[in-house]
């Protein structure tokens, strides 16, 4: 029975501390969820023409910009790949990715949800949400590409170059649609007119929380491809050392 | 007919791994390899599949970028190694696993595109004057694709050739060659040793091949294990090497 | 000129491969034909309505059949290993996507030579007299087609399901390219024919940006 020959190396400070870190802050943004939810459902005010279904908006417009934060996250982790050929820059990428696509995601249906009790349609084709839907297809592409490539360092090389195309493409994609729309009119899903304060500092400490449930979340799945090279490393370790005592 | 070889022709290149490393994933193709060939040593890489020899060849045809550690690469009577990754690669030369010909086009042709991308002068009079030596002119204008298995090894071979390389690369080059073809491999490489060529091979059995060799590398598990260089005797080590994979 | 030159060479060697057989060529036409009668069904192609569906009708179907084309584009070189041949020699390694940019771009141009005509008869388009603008048109949607395309290529010659990954991956990449060619098509088309400077521009910027990219980090995708 061969013993392996590496240990377990530690992670970054005691197994304790950094358990019980990572519950505070998760507690944390628990908390800051609560407050931004029951703001959005109770203290702002109630929107004049939609009514109460306008607070998805509290929610639609946050993840939207925080997919855009992810995203800008997996376009410099794509770069710094390319720099350095890290493999811990891959890991935040692909993190960064699915957390954002989860983002679009919600973007996409809380879209429909509002729109529907508002102007009687399910969707519409109009710039913001047609840019999303292809935005949404991009990155899920991003990460079906990842699955379909099994060596980690062409998968992360490869990758990190449609990333970076992606990424440029999207100001593209808008700017197209947005023209287009100009051009072929049709209804707008969105937040038209000005934006009464109490609703805007509600809008901002709901994207705060959404961007506390980034964090924590990129975190974790980060912490999941560590874990997994970690568990390939083990692997190949005792297998060689499996060979090499029936070597001998 | 003569043509002039071009510049900087077989006068041998001399090449150093400094601590090479390859890593594929979490998989170590080459741990710490360190070596230096001198110009005009004809070395013999040895070792069982999976010892990292391919891995090692096509980091020193820039290939393969190592995942740490340096190879570097210096022109005959020079003191300073070669900057231009372009500059070396135009004086490598290399016969690898796969034959590296297009099978569409014919043997005239492939050669005559290799020579035009080596940036030599009267290419298509340099591409015949190859393949009169490798026996194949009668063949010239038949596509690769009808070749036999001898006859494209030998049409990779005056490939590699082609460019009147300083340091030639050899995986397993008498692969798919009969005795004749063997017999004129050994010839062709000994005629090209004399001329100062740098020679690193890798090689399974072909015993005449092994009459040039000045000295003897091994790998095991990506490791340099042994080197005939201190005892200067390659052909005992080399008769190890085979008897050793006939046995297993 | 370890680009110029090389990118010629193997311009020539990718011209020289695909017109001695021309399967590539022979395979879009007809499939491009094909789709066309088939969309021929789906809607009434009397003139005003043919005029409205023709542009993007076109498009989609240069996009199709370019994603099927582009496809051999790096699996041809996996075959003999022919791709690390290329990258041995001493030339910049993203000359090999230029050529093969290039010679895409060739092919896609020749077979929407041969198929304009016949999708002019078949739609009832008055393309002769718009006939230099559309070339314009024709010429940026192609090589937006071409640079994503071959790149992708390359992309997805490394990957599993290869053959359904190129237009997966193509499709919304090339999405404002595709926008701004139909639109500036439908504006050539339209009852006082047009060529929108705006949609125009964006083609050139499209193209201007993505080939720039793929000199940038186009090479990458060669490495072993």
Redesign the interface.
Known sequence: MATLSASVPARAGAPGRAHSAQLIETLLVALLLGIAGYSALFVAPTERTMGVIQRIFYFHVPSWWSAFVAFSIVLVANLAYLRGRNPKWDWLGVSAAEVGVAFVTVGLVTGPIWAHPVWGIWWTWDARLTSAFVLWVLYVSYLLLRNLIEEPERRAVISAVFGIFAAVDIPLVYFSIWFFRTQHPQPVIGDGGSLDPTMGKVLLLCWAAMLGILVLMVRQRYRVEALRWDVDRLRLEAAQSANESTAR | MAIAPPANSTRGVSIEFQNIEK?????LALRGVSLRIDAGECVALVGANGSGKTTLI?IA?????P?SGRVSFWGSGSAHPLDDP??V??R?G?V??????????TAE?NLE??A????LDRPRERAVAALEPAGLISRRADPVRDFSRGMRQRLAIA?ALLPSPGLLLLDEPATGLDPAGQHWLGETLARIHQAGCTILMSTHGASEVHSIVTRAVRLA?GCLAEDSAPSGDPQRMLAAALAAEQGT | MAFARPTAVLLGKELQTEFRTRELLTTTVVFVLMVLVLFSFTFDPTSVESRRFAPGLLWLTLLFAGSLMLHPSFTREQTNDTLAALRLAPIDPTAILGAKILANGCFLLVAEALLLPIFAALYNLHVWQVLGRFCVVLFLGTLALATIGTVFSAISSQARMREMLLPLLLLPVLTPALIASTEATAGLFDETPYLSPQWVGLLVAFDAIFLTVTWLFGEYLLEE
């Open positions: 890593r594929y994933g979490v998989r096509k045809a820039l290939l393969v970028r995942t372009l500059d690669k135009r490598i290399m690898a696993h796969h034959i590296l010909l297009y099978d569409d086009l042709e595109l290799f035009k991308l080596y940036g490939r598990a």
